[in-house]
Structures are given as C-alpha cells and as structure tokens.
C-alpha cells in the first residue's frame, strides 16, 4: 500500500470534499473548498471556446523535482507509474480507519482515448452558456431590442391586400400543369363569343353564372303546377336588377350570355314550356330531346329522373326529382364582365328575400354562382380571426394555470403570458417582414398563427421548466447560463428540423402550398429568436423579482413575519434557496407513471396498443381519398353546403363535357384520315366512364351533309367549299373549325360526355385510361 502523507484536518468550514470529473483520458479526482463559493463569479468562455482543464494543486513540478527525498526508513516508496496520478488526501476523523479500510488511489491510464458524440451538442450548450450569460447581464437590451424591431417589421402589414381577389386557380392548381397548357392552346386556336353564339361546353375558361337546383316535395315536378312555380321562380330572377350611380341601373337582359338575340335559357324545357304551356311534360326523352328539329341535350338539367321506354333520341322520362336552372352571364368583355359580377353579388343578398316573398310551397331551392368559392372561401378566412382571439386567450389561461405556484417566490405567472405574447411578436415580425418583400398573402397563410402558437409555447415551457431546476440562492447570470446551457439546445435542434421541414415545401408545385410554408418557416425563426432573447429577457427579471421578494421574506421583523408567510405562502413553507422547484405533474411521472409503465403487464400492454396504431395507420394510408370537397372549404352554415349536397344527391350521374382536339393540319378529305380520327374517338368512347351516344363532333356531322347533298367528301376542294354553307345552318359547330387565311383548317374539335364522375378518384382513372 502506498504511503500517503496526513496533513492537518480543515476546520468544519472548511472541510475539503473530495470529487469525481470527466476529462479526455477518464475520470479523475479533485479537490474542492468552500471556499469557491465565496468567490466572484466568472461568465463562462466563449461560445466556441474549449472548457478549460482543470489547474493541478500543490507545489510546482520544478520544486517537487529539487526536493530532496527522506532516507532510511523514512523514504517512501520510489516512484511508480502511478505516480502521475493526483495523491489523495484523507480526510482526518476523532478516530483512525483501519488500514485495511483505508483508500488506495486509483491507477488511472492517461493513454485511453474515447469517442466523443457529442460535438455538436457540446458546441452549442457552451455557446448558449454564454449566450444565457449576457441575456442574464443585460435584460433590458434584449428585451427591448425584439420590441423594437417587431414594431418597425409590423407595418408591413400596411401592405396586407384588402380588397384585391385571390385567383383560386392560379393558388391552388400546380404550376405548370399540362391542362393550363391545353387551355393555352385552346383559347389561341379557337374564339368564343358570349354576346351573340353562347355555348357553355365550348368555353376554355368559366363564365359568370347562377346554379339554382330545384328539388320537388313530391315524387316528380314534370307537372303544370310545379313547372308554374318553378317559372315563377325564373321570372323573379330575371326581373331583379342592380342600383347604380345617377339612376342607372344593371338588368339581367343587359349581363346575360345570349345566343343570337335571346338570352340563353336557363332549362331548355322549361323554356318549351313557357313558349308553349300546351307542352306534353310526359313525353319528354332524355338525355336528348329533339324540339322542332333541334336536338336539346338535357344532361345536368335533370336529376333524380326515373326512365321508360326508348323515345325519340333516348328514354322516356317517366319521373324527375330535381331541376337544374342555369343562368350565364357574359364575361369575355372586362366592363360586361365587371357588371355581372355585380349583378351576382346584389342576387346573393336578395336571394332569401326572394325565396319569402315566392313563399314557395311545392319546390325547395338551393342556390351556387361563380363567385360563391372566392366569397366564401374569403368569408371562411375572416371567421378564423375571433377564433384566433379565442385561441391565444386560452392558451395563456393554460399556460398561466400551468405556471401557477402557491409559492409566490416560484411563481410564473406573468412569464407564462409573456411566452404566449412573445410568440404573438414572432407572428407580427415573421408576416411584416414577407410582406415587406412582397410574398403573396394566401388565404390559408391565416392558419398558420396557430401552429406558431403551439410550437412558441412549448419552447417556452421547457425554458421555464429548466429555470425551476436551478438554485435560487444562485446568481441571475449563473442561473440564465445554465437554462440555457440545457433548454437552448433542444429548442435549437427541433427549430431547425421544422424550418427545414417547412421550407422543403417551396418545392412544392402549388403556389398556396408555397406561400404557407414560407411565412410559417419564417415566422418560426422569429419565434425561435424571440424566445431566446426577449422572453429570456423576461425570465431573468423575473429572477430578479425572486431575490427581491426572498430578501424582504427573510428581513426581521417579528411583526410581519406571520403576515408575510400567509400571504406569500399560505399552503408551505418558505423555499429552500439552495433547492429546486419539481412540478407535481413531473412528480407524477417519475413516482407513478414511470414505474407502471416499467412493469412487464404495462410493456405488453404498450406493445399490443402500438402494433394495433401500426395496422390501423397502414389501412388507412391505402383508403386516402384524393381530391378536394368544397364544402370542407366553407363554414357549416354556409349555403353552398346544401347546394352540393343536392348536387351529389341528385346531379352525379353525368360529368362534364370533354373536349377532343386535333392539333395538328390533317387532310380531312382523306377517307383513311377520316378513318383513324373516328377510331380514335371510338376509343374514348369505350371509356365506361363516356356516354358514347351523346358525342358530338362536326366532321361526321359534316360529311352527312355532304353526303345528303350529293357531294363527295373525298375531294378536297368540294371539301373544302362547302365548310361555309355547312356552318350556316350548323351554327353550333362554328367554333369548332379553326380555318387560316389560306383555307387550311389548322385545328378542330369534337365533344364527350361523360357519366359517373362524381369523385376525384373517378375522374383520375377517366384521364388516365
């Protein structure tokens, strides 16, 4: 056993301890005093300075190397490979230990080298140890300094759109998608006229309209008496017009999309009716039906229809629950476009007047116009703001409740309020910087306070919860540094996981998608700068407040000292200054939950619970729908809800109509060019989801003709002569041929139907076949 040398014993406030660190090459031990604590403390290094090695104690090596060494049996023992291990110390006791009771030093191998893992950790706890320390140092510049920069950052807000439309196409359909290029082409190769020859199928872009559905209380309204109300209806529609400036006035006859010199009507069949109120509604074929020699095609006019017999150019139509009345209005010109939308606005705030003043008895009557999603989609946006309101008082009324202590030393309060308000600055800064640069402001970027919201929140709860850990006799810069030694790091870590995250969505092909990862990202950054500075800030002035309020508790004064304890403590006793405060919900963890949840019956349990989490997450990542319901867009109690549920309950069987174009010169005189372009639309039409009997295209239409008036098809210049005359009395087809200067047809177009296309999955497999 080696000889260790005694030296005197320390008094008791003085008694050395003896203590275990971990350097690079292993543990090694120390020697502490009391007398330590006495001494000024130090801010820690900088944040990428190296922790400092311990300074080895007693004399110096040149001193210990002059010494002479005892001889005879004085000497002790020669120098050993240990001998560079520290010499300990022991402590001195009334009574001796046995020698074999006495501690030996341990032999240490400074040569050992280990992994370290934690670089970057270690990197930044002593980065935001000193970060902690300069916050704890100087509070009011790092409170004040957010403050300020979120005021001049805030008025960006002065540039929020107010009255300016949001193009729901342009946000919320991908960039560059192969139907804007289709439609691109389309709107340059074929021309449309809405103040003469309207045909809604034929248009590239929507028109300004008016959807009334009308469903019958009895089993079918092809009956005069219904039909009369429904024309009453109609009439009251058509009669409605808009107040202007100096007396003048906007009418439906001045807004509406005509074909030739009538208005287009709304139901072709109750437009027969009216002209004819003789009309036999029980002979009516559906889904065409041929009206003086002019076939009416009746798809998306009628649902809830129960058919008959083959009539005509389809089936009788035995029963029809529901009635579609369609009202166009023109749009291609910007001034007749301004005026209907005018016109659709003032028919949304008199529609319930309508309906009561009709006092319609036999038909129920939900209504949609073009500029329902943009109205009440903006409406759904201003909702969400008193939801805000409510959202961020409750939250500090959770996070105020959170924090209550009965301890009023330890109680945070007011911290907890200003972490919500401090998350509240990050919004503010976050949205006036972007909008400052000029980031578009999409409706549903005003979701994103409240993500915001949850993550400053948390953030804050960790930083206060470290704060609790810490000694309170400490002072405020030692206790900031080591909050933020262990808080910070975390913070940081699962703040740039998320911005990361968000910020990956700038990828995304939707502009919506885009402009709501950007300012969520960005507002999170500020949420993370806030949080360590302003709200730091905060908190080490709030340890102020606790010394102030622990030194006035501990001044004498036997007349208060009742009253202080009651008012200050009425349900404890005074905190240990030297001690930490454990909340009682991490009291329920570590004494009850931990240990239930280490027995084996709880593991099962946990096991049995996550493999059923699995399979069901599993199932149910393969029954996604794909797709957007509008009525998912707008309030509960909005009208465009009931509208799509008598759409979908009524109005599914049929889809829209498809165009299929020829892009390219061909010659259609050719027999086997006529050929392959008829086979190719006998492919569409063996689609299950295309109706082959309603498709509509001119070329056959047209050889009919030439065939009806004895003329050849095969000859190009008969062919092609006869195009005028053939549209003359086809009107229809004359926006469908797009014919250069040189007499070459260019480009032509030809119509589908489709059926049963109600849901999104539906219409992908209709594309994609």
Not at 137 to 146: D, G, R, S, T, V
Not at 321 to 337: G, Q, S
Not at 551 to 556: E, I, P, R, S, T
Request: net charge negative; glycine share 6%; with cysteine.
């Amino acid at each position: 056993m080696p000889w260790v040398e005694p030296k005197p014993g320390p008094g008791p406030e003085q008694k050395p301890k003896l203590t275990k660190r971990d350097s690079a090459t292993g543990p090694q031990w120390y020697q502490e005093s009391q007398e330590s604590e006495s001494e000024g403390k130090q801010p820690p290094p900088g944040p990428l300075a190296p922790p400092k090695p311990p300074e080895p104690s007693g004399p110096p090596a040149s001193e210990q190397d002059d010494a002479p060494l005892p001889e005879g049996d004085d000497a002790p023992p020669r120098p050993s490979m240990l001998d560079d291990a520290p010499r300990l110390p022991l402590e001195l006791d009334d009574a001796p230990l046995p020698e074999e009771e006495t501690p030996e030093p341990t032999a240490i191998c400074r040569h050992r080298h280990r992994c370290h893992t934690d670089c970057l950790e270690g990197l930044l706890s002593r980065a935001f140890q000193w970060l902690g320390w300069q916050v704890g140092a100087h509070p009011w510049i790092f409170l004040l300094a957010p403050l300020m920069l979120t005021a001049a950052l805030g008025t960006g807000f002065l540039y929020l759109p107010k009255d300016k439309e949001e193009d729901l196409e342009e946000h919320y359909t991908p960039v560059g998608s192969p139907a804007k290029a289709e439609r691109r082409f389309v709107q340059g190769h074929f021309t449309t006229n809405d103040s003469y020859r309207f045909s809604a199928s034929r248009r590239s872009t929507e028109a300004n309209f008016v959807s009334l559905l009308v469903v019958s209380y009895s089993d079918s309204l092809l009956d005069p008496a219904t039909f009369a109300e429904v024309s009453k209806l109609d009439g009251a529609v058509q009669d409605l017009h808009v107040a202007r400036e100096k007396g003048s006035q906007i009418e439906y006859q001045q807004v509406c999309a005509r074909y030739r010199a009538l208005c287009v009507p709304p139901n072709p069949i109750l437009y027969a009716w009216q002209v004819n109120k003789t009309l036999n509604l029980s002979s009516i074929s559906f889904p065409a039906y041929n009206h003086g020699g002019h076939p009416l095609y009746l798809t998306g006019f009628f649902g809830g229809y129960i058919l008959g017999g083959s009539l005509g150019m389809g089936q009788l139509l035995l029963r029809a629950k529901a009635m579609r009345l369609l009202y166009y209005l023109k749009t291609e010109d910007p001034e007749y476009d301004v005026q209907s939308k005018q016109w659709l606005t003032h028919l949304l705030d008199q529609f319930t007047n309508i309906k009561n003043i009709l006092a319609l008895k036999k038909i129920e009557v939900v209504h949609f116009t073009s500029l329902s999603r943009q109205l009440e989609f903006e409406a759904t946006s201003v909702t969400v703001i008193p939801v805000f309101h409510l959202a961020y008082i409750l939250i500090i009324l959770f996070a105020v409740t959170s924090c209550f202590r009965f301890d009023c030393i330890r109680n945070k309060m007011c911290v907890a309020a200003f972490g919500v308000i401090s998350a509240f600055l990050a919004v503010v800064s976050g949205f006036g910087l972007l909008l400052h640069i000029g980031v578009p402001f999409v409706i549903i970027v005003a979701n994103s306070p409240f993500l915001i919201l949850g993550v400053g929140v948390d953030d804050m709860f960790i930083m206060i919860s470290a704060w609790h850990k810490t000694n309170l006799a400490d002072d405020i810069r030692e206790r900031m540094s080591n909050v933020y030694s262990k808080a910070a790091v975390s913070i940081t870590i699962t703040t740039i996981t998320n911005i990361l995250a968000l910020y990956t969505g700038i990828m995304s092909s939707f502009r919506s998608v885009r402009c709501f990862c950007i300012y969520t990202g960005t507002t999170l950054l500020f949420c993370y700068f806030y949080n360590i500075t302003c709200f730091g800030a905060f908190m080490a002035l709030d340890g102020k407040r606790e010394v102030v309020c622990l030194c006035w508790l501990k001044k004498a004064d036997p007349k208060w000292s009742s009253f202080k304890k009651f008012c200050c403590f009425p349900f404890g006793s005074v905190p240990d200054e030297h001690g930490t405060d454990i909340h009682p919900m991490s009291l329920f963890f570590r004494d009850y939950f931990g240990p239930f949840l280490t027995r084996s019956e709880s593991k099962y349990f946990v096991v049995f619970i996550y493999v059923l989490y699995i399979i069901s997450s599993i199932y149910g990542c393969f029954h996604v729908q794909e797709g957007l319901d509008l009525r998912n867009l707008a309030s509960d109690d909005s009208y465009i809800t009931p509208y799509f549920n008598v759409e979908e309950n009524y109005f599914s069987d049929y889809g829209p109509r498809v165009m299929v174009i020829v892009t390219k010169k061909v010659d259609y005189w050719d027999k086997d060019v006529r050929q392959k372009l008829e086979n190719c639309i006998k492919i569409f039409e063996k689609n299950v989801y295309v109706d082959k009997n309603l498709t509509e295209f001119w070329l056959d239409a047209y050889v009919q003709y030439l065939k009806g008036n004895s003329q050849d098809p095969n000859e190009k210049n008969t062919f092609m002569n006869n195009i005028p005359d053939f549209l003359s009395n086809f009107p229809n087809f004359q926006h469908d041929i797009n014919i250069s200067s040189s007499n070459e047809i260019i480009s032509s177009r030809g119509f589908i139907q489709t059926t049963d296309v109600s849901s999104s999955a539906k219409k992908k497999i209709l594309l994609f076949q």
